[in-house]
Structures are given as structure tokens and as C-alpha cells.
């Protein structure tokens, strides 16, 4: 059974890495329906099928999910094994269940969220935190394997692989991603599913629903000689083998212990829907004041981490929105409103339903979704806007709609999109070239899919752009290509409610007889 | 003296006894009645065809093409990729002519015929939704990205007049031939998008053209010492409005037409008045054109060249 867990797990585990991963689409995209089954972001989009299936599941097999769907789990259980590789004798000593610490936990997600502050909740979804690892962290060391193998693949004539750009889009979810990573991993390494038994709000739920489980791990069958050795083999210090019982709102289900008992003497079998839950555990003064510390020592660096980035994050990630160079001919502007993905219908909906797992910053293949640092204020951190550094946003693409768990992004089709504007386009003219130097440009006009900016006479053979906002979709082609700097000339401002814009696409081809060469 | 003299004969009668096995072949092998091909005409012009017909008549008249590509050579072919747009809207080169021109490249014995734009809209979609990536891997070609530094390397104009350096596509620099495959668009800033405005798609930083006039910059980028071997303009549609991406069809005009010429500067005067029967485009406001001539890189004076017209 532990082995078919492994199996299971590390495919899916595999599954949602790659996913993450996969720049090339090589993947099929269908691959998102596996985020969907991911709780927090369940629950989010309120997703009633995938919700009753793991309430369901859990209450008949017990905590499954944080065995083998949940990435952070799986990470978890890797940073286990490699402690077990470099320490034989590993030993996890049996540990009182933190009841307290764990349900204020949920309290305070469940507070904090309905008091309109989903960072909590967004920092601490594993699934989430997990996406974010793979985003800032396995996401780069990818892109960069996949270079060196470009670079030589082309120094031999071969373009089979090809280059892809590396940039840091935000420091602050690097660092927090990095921290998650380190803290999470020290844990597991350490202590095993500690995290996802004291701290995490996912199996803390579920491990309330798998005291009910129909099926459970059971100890102590005929053959027992209370060795103990399922106690310090599990790593969710669940099981007392001085009084053969487990604490099932901790058992992740992993079957470590079936496996390790010489006599046979565990079973994972039928119990009936009796909460069998063991109250007389003697209070273990040792284990309970490691966990605690843990505990503390786990927030206060959490804490430091979130005040440090706040710190570092500030000249990286605030770079975009103002840049105090001035030059002589150079306007300055300030953008008020980030621009949401389109689908996001307004920024605060948004900002509800996103777990800033950066799925779709990862998959956009425009590269514009980056994850932000301030702009839409503290509780929003993390969660991804449009930014046209490095591209902008591809006119046919619905890419973000599709895949988003949570729907803080809703599936919309392409007809759609281009109806919608996500923000409005503003031309600073002092800046312009045309204006400036008295030459022709016309890029912003070039990149735009519906001519919202188009070129308009203006002196002798210059044209200038014009702008015409009903027909604007802010998909951010004119700010990405706008040669002038360091304030560019035109600009797209998010619109904080999605907006509609005026589709003029003529359906037929001018008929013109062309039947002469002309010269 | 005698000697090296005697030497340099046999090399160029041995070279020149090769060229004439490829050309007659290759006329031979495109059509019965193409005779006059080596006439040495300096542009020609096709209208009323398909794509690879007209293609096909006009590279006959310009004396086959085995004139221009010979056995082994490396063959760059460069179309205007630029937009996430499919070939009805005008916005890309015509897939069908990009084809039929890699398949003459290799029926001439081309060693490898590779194809590559420096896009504007996201490279991969580009290729695919242009029609072209799937024309060129049929035709046996291969398709190359364009869209990181690293393919680019840095050269020097000195004969540019803004444009001094840039950074050009390595597959340009490393071939022996290299053609230049324009469509025929209206352009908001340029005004017109053709042959010379395609070579800014072999270059790496475009956002340099427009912050240093654009017009200028154009013209001096097709004073490149590696100049295109040959232009072939697709006006099998043209885009006459809002380009150089197009909104609609409502911006196409099938005008079916096709020019070539080793003249950058002619194909694009050539194509500039053909495009002016379908929208006004004098030829002075495609200012770039105008300032090709001055650096001496060809002629707007069509009347002085030996110009072969077809219709089909």
C-alpha cells in the first residue's frame, strides 16, 4: 500500500511540477484540471464537485489528499526521505496533537479572510506556497538548464531547443518562495509532517474530517509486541505505542507504519464511523515544548522574512511605477491601478479569489502576468498583474482564464476577450518622438490588435498617434514597444472594473481591381 | 606570370563551365519556353497568379534559380513573420511562396534552406498561426527562432548615417545566400512595409529605428554589406490600411502580384506604385526609399531599368 501511495504521489507530483515547468506546451494544457482538485482554491471558486469528492474521499480513507495530491505534501515527504537517507536511525518520538495552536490557525485564516485579509491564507495554502516554489524557484534553475542545452544544441546547428529569457520578475515572492521552501523543508527534514499538522489550515480541516474516516490505520492487531516501531517511523507523530493509539486528525494516511511492523500486527481497514480518537495521552513535557518552539521559532521566521522582503522588494518591485530619473523632455506619470488579467471582471473580486500561486504567471506565454509586490496593497501581495516589461498580453490568448483553480480569473473565450477592456490606454505626447525629435515611429500604433492607437497626419509627413479608447483593450502592446524612456509615451492604466470595448472587425475583403502593374 | 595567368583561365573556365550546367538545367527543369532567362533583367513583375506560379514565371525571367543559388550553399530565407495572424489577413508572407521557394533553393542544391523572422507578437504563435513554421518544414526547410540576443551578433554600418552598428541574426551573417521575402503592407509609421523595411526583422534592437528616426535608420540598415541576394515581394495580398498588423479583412486587398529584383531600392518603388493604385502612397512620403537611393543602395529610376512585366 506504501508503495502504490508512492507511486500515485509521485506522478502526481511530477504532473503539477511539470506543468508549472513546461514553457513549450509540450504538456497537454488539460494537465490544469489538477490544480482544480487543490482545496483552498476549491473552495475559492467554489467548486462543489471537487469539494464533496474530498470530503468524501477523506471520510471514507482518511487524509489522502495530503498524502498524495497535495504538492507541498509530496515536497514534504521528499525532504523525509532524504533525512532518512543521511540519518538511519531516524527516530520520530510520539507527540501530544497541538489542538490549540492548530485550530487558532484556522481561526485566524478564517478570520483574517473574512475580514477582507487573504494574505494568511494565501501564505500559508500549501498548495499555493508550493506553486509559488515552483514559479520563483524550480522555474528559473529549469529555464536555465533548458539554455545551456539550447546553447549548445545551436553551436551545433540544432534548434530543436531555443533560448528563454530568465528575468526576476519580483523580489518579494522570490524571497517569500525561498523562505517557504527553507522553512517548510527544515521542518520535514526534521520533524516530518509537522507543518502540516500544526500549522497548515488544509490538514487541519481534513484531519478533522479523518477522525471519522470509514477506513483507518488500526494498531496493536493479534501479534503486537509493542515494539514501537510504527511510533518513530511516522512521521506525522501520530501514533502512542505505549497505549496503541493514533491520532487520526494527524495520520496523513501514508502507510509507513503497515509497512515497518515486523508482526504484521497494523491493518488499514473498516473501523466504522467512529471518531475512535485518543484523549489519554499523558502530557509529554519534552515533545510538547519542541513542537511549540518549532512553532514559534517557524512564525518569528516567517515574520522576519515577510518584514525583511518588505525591505528588499521595495526598490526592485517599485522600479515600474515611478522612476525619479528625469530627463529634459521627459514627462513623468504615475500609473493608479494595476491592470488584472482579463476575466478578472474587477480588482476586487479579484483580489478575493487569487492564492497568488502564480499558475498563470508561470504559464503566461507573453510573460505579462508577473506577481506583484504593493500594488494593490499589502493583503494582495504576491497576487499577479499585467506588467509590460517583458511582453504584452497576446490578443487571441486566454490562456489564465482557463487554467486559474481558484476562477479569480474566469474562463472566458476568445470572442470575449476581445470585447473586454482591462484597462485604458493614455498618450503622453510631450513624450513622443514624433513630437520630440520630429521623426516617424509608430510602434505603439504597429502593436495594437484594434487600432485604438492609430496614426494620424500630423506635420508635413509625420503621422502621430491618435488614440480612440472605445476601441482600446489594454492589452499593453503600444506601452511594451514604446522606444522612450525612462517615462515612455504612452501607457496603459488598469481599469479597476473590467470594462467593455467596441469591436469594428469587417468581415469581408475590400473588393479592388487591381489589374495594372502601376509604373 | 604566364603561368598564374594560365591558371586563373582554367579556374574561371572550370567555374563558369559549372554555372552554365546549373542554369541550363535549372531553366530547362522550371519551364519549356523560359529560353530567354539569362535576357538580365533587373526586375520583374507578375500579376494574375497564385503565389508559387507567379514565383515561378518571375525567377525564370530572372534567369533561373540557379543564377543565384548554387550547389551547397547555405540559403537564409527571411519573410515578414511579425504578427499572431493567419494568411487570409495579409499581415504575414503567403506560406504557398515561402514553400515554393525553399523547394526551388533545394531542387538548385542548397545545402540547408532556414527560415526565421524576428517577430513582434510571440515568436511560436507567430510561426504557427502565420501558416509558415508547417509550409517550411513541408517544403524541407528549417525553422529558426529570432527572438533572443544571443542569435544576434553585432556588425558595423559605415555607411549608415544614424545607424551606425547593430546587432544582425546569425543566420543571415553565416549564409552564402540569403533572400528577402517583404509582403506588401501599409505601415502607420514607416508608411510602407516592403523589402527594406522587411531587414528590420534581422535585427536584434528595433527600438533603436524608432527613437533615432526611423526613416533614417531604415535606409541605413539596407546599406548592410551582406545585402539580400534577392527581394521577392508577395503582393499576393496586400494590406492597404491600418498596418502593419491589419484589424480585419476589411484591410486586405487580394491584389495578386509578385515582384523581384536584386534592387531593394527598386522593389520597393516597384511595389510602392503598384500599392498606390489600391490606396494613395506617393512615393516621396515613403521617405526611406528616397534616402536608399541617396546612400547609393539601388534606383527609384524604374524607367532606366530593364523591367520584364507579366501577366498571367
Known amino acids: 500500500m506504501k508503495k502504490v501511495r508512492i507511486v500515485i504521489s509521485l506522478i502526481l507530483f511530477s504532473l503539477i511540477t511539470c506543468y508549472f515547468l513546461d514553457f513549450a506546451d509540450l504538456l497537454p494544457q488539460q494537465l490544469h484540471g489538477l490544480m482544480r482538485w487543490q482545496l483552498i482554491p476549491a473552495l475559492l471558486a467554489m467548486n462543489m464537485v471537487v469539494l464533496i469528492s474530498l470530503v468524501v474521499i477523506t471520510l471514507l480513507f482518511g487524509r489522502i489528499y495530503c498524502s498524495s495530491l497535495c504538492p507541498m505534501g509530496i515536497l514534504q515527504d521528499m525532504a523525509d526521505w532524504l533525512a532518512k537517507r543521511f540519518h538511519r536511525k531516524k527516530k520520530y518520538p510520539h507527540l501530544k496533537e497541538q489542538k490549540i495552536l492548530r485550530w487558532s490557525m484556522v481561526a485566524l485564516v478564517v478570520l483574517a479572510f473574512t475580514g477582507g485579509f487573504h494574505l494568511i491564507l494565501n501564505l500559508l495554502d500549501p498548495y499555493s506556497a508550493y506553486g509559488r516554489i515552483a514559479t520563483n524557484i524550480f522555474k528559473p534553475v529549469y529555464l536555465a538548464i533548458n539554455n545551456l542545452v539550447a546553447a549548445v544544441g545551436n553551436y551545433f546547428n540544432n534548434y530543436h531547443f531555443y533560448e528563454m529569457d530568465i528575468f526576476m520578475a519580483s523580489i518579494s515572492s522570490l524571497v517569500i518562495a525561498v523562505c517557504t521552501l527553507l522553512i517548510i523543508g527544515f521542518l520535514s527534514y526534521k520533524y516530518g509532517r509537522l507543518y502540516c499538522n500544526t500549522i497548515c489550515p488544509v490538514g487541519t480541516v481534513l484531519g478533522f474530517l479523518a477522525k471519522f474516516s470509514l477506513f483507518k490505520i488500526k494498531l496493536g492487531n493479534n501479534g503486537c509486541n509493542s515494539c514501537g516501531l510504527c511510533e518513530i517511523r511516522c512521521k506525522a507523530s501520530c501514533i502512542d505505542a505505549a497505549t496503541k493509539e493514533i491520532d487520526y486528525s494527524r495520520c496523513v494516511t501514508c502507510f509507513n507504519c503497515v509497512e515497518v511492523c515486523n508482526k504484521k500486527a497494523i491493518a488499514y481497514q473498516f473501523s466504522g464511523w467512529s471518531p475512535n480518537n485518543p484523549h489519554t495521552i499523558e502530557r509529554d513535557s519534552k515533545g510538547f515544548d519542541a513542537t511549540k518552539r518549532t512553532f514559534l521559532s517557524a512564525s518569528i521566521l516567517v515574520g522576519l522574512a515577510s518584514l525583511q522582503k518588505v525591505f528588499a522588494g521595495r526598490d526592485k518591485d517599485s522600479a515600474h511605477k515611478i522612476n525619479e530619473i528625469y530627463t529634459s523632455h521627459n514627462v513623468p506619470f504615475k500609473k493608479k491601478h494595476p491592470i488584472t488579467p482579463p476575466g478578472s471582471v474587477d480588482v476586487n473580486r479579484f483580489n478575493d479569489s487569487c492564492t497568488a500561486c502564480q499558475l498563470c504567471v508561470s504559464k503566461c506565454p507573453s510573460q505579462v502576468l508577473q506577481p506583484t509586490f504593493t500594488a494593490y496593497g499589502i493583503i494582495g501581495m504576491m497576487q499577479p498583474a499585467m506588467r509590460f516589461e517583458h511582453g504584452y498580453c497576446n490578443y487571441h490568448c486566454t490562456l489564465c482564464s482557463e487554467i486559474c483553480p481558484s476562477k479569480a480569473i474566469v474562463e472566458i473565450s476568445e470572442k470575449e476577450k476581445k470585447k473586454l477592456q482591462v484597462g485604458l490606454v493614455h498618450f503622453v505626447k510631450e513624450n513622443c518622438v514624433v513630437v520630440t525629435d520630429g521623426t516617424n515611429c509608430g510602434a505603439c500604433s504597429e502593436h495594437c490588435p484594434t487600432q485604438a492607437v492609430s496614426m494620424q497626419p500630423y506635420k508635413g509627413n509625420l503621422t502621430i498617434p491618435t488614440i480612440h479608447n472605445e476601441l482600446c483593450v489594454g492589452c499593453g502592446g503600444c506601452e511594451y514597444i514604446c522606444p522612450v524612456r525612462p517615462f515612455r509615451a504612452i501607457y496603459v492604466e488598469g481599469n479597476p472594473v473590467h470594462l467593455q470595448a467596441k469591436v469594428t472587425e469587417e468581415k469581408e475583403e475590400k473588393k479592388v481591381k487591381v489589374d495594372d502593374f502601376g509604373f | ?306 523591367i520584364k512585366r507579366i501577366k498571367i
Not at chain 2, 540557379?66 to 511579425?82: A, Q
Not at chain 2, 517577430?119 to 510561426?127: E, I
Not at chain 2, 529558426?144 to 544571443?150: A, F, L
Not at chain 2, 522593389?267 to 526611406?288: C, G, H, I, R
Request: proline letters at 4%.
Open chain 2, 1 to 306: 606570370m604566364e603561368r598564374r595567368y594560365f591558371l586563373k583561365a582554367v579556374a574561371i573556365t572550370g567555374v563558369a563551365s559549372t554555372l552554365k550546367i546549373v542554369d541550363g538545367f535549372e531553366v530547362l527543369a522550371q519551364t519549356s519556353k523560359a529560353t530567354s532567362g539569362s535576357a538580365g533583367y533587373d526586375l520583374v513583375a507578375v500579376m494574375g497568379g497564385e503565389p508559387d506560379q507567379m514565383f515561378r514565371r518571375a525567377i525564370t525571367e530572372m534567369g533561373g534559380i540557379g543564377k543565384y543559388v548554387k550547389p551547397g550553399n547555405k540559403v537564409t530565407i527571411k519573410p515578414n513573420i511579425g504578427w499572431d495572424r493567419n494568411p487570409e489577413l495579409a499581415a504575414n508572407t503567403n506560406p504557398v511562396l515561402i514553400s515554393e521557394i525553399i523547394r526551388q533553393c533545394l531542387k538548385a542544391g542548397a545545402k540547408e534552406v532556414i527560415v526565421f523572422d524576428h517577430t513582434c507578437d510571440d515568436w511560436r504563435k507567430c510561426y504557427k498561426n502565420s501558416g509558415i513554421e508547417d509550409a517550411v518544414i513541408a517544403a524541407g526547410g528549417k525553422m529558426i527562432p529570432g527572438h533572443d540576443e544571443s542569435y544576434y551578433r553585432e556588425i558595423k554600418l559605415p555607411r549608415g548615417v544614424n545607424l551606425k552598428t547593430t546587432k544582425i541574426h546569425q543566420a543571415i551573417l553565416d549564409s552564402d545566400v540569403w533572400i528577402n521575402v517583404p509582403i506588401l503592407k501599409n505601415h502607420g509609421g514607416a508608411k510602407m512595409s516592403i523589402a527594406m523595411k522587411n531587414l528590420m526583422g534581422i535585427v536584434w534592437d528595433r527600438r533603436y529605428f524608432h527613437n533615432n528616426n526611423l526613416q533614417q535608420c531604415i535606409a541605413d540598415c539596407s546599406t548592410l554589406a551582406k545585402k539580400p541576394t534577392l527581394n521577392v515581394v508577395d503582393a499576393y495580398r496586400l494590406m492597404k490600411s491600418n498596418g502593419p498588423q491589419g484589424k480585419s479583412l476589411g484591410d486586405v486587398v487580394t491584389s495578386r502580384g509578385l515582384f523581384i529584383s536584386t534592387d531593394i531600392v527598386a522593389v520597393d518603388t516597384a511595389a510602392t506604385k503598384f500599392f498606390n493604385q489600391v490606396s494613395a502612397m506617393p512615393l516621396e512620403t515613403v521617405e526611406y526609399i528616397g534616402k536608399g537611393e541617396t546612400l547609393k543602395i539601388g534606383t527609384t529610376q524604374l524607367e532606366k531599368l530593364n
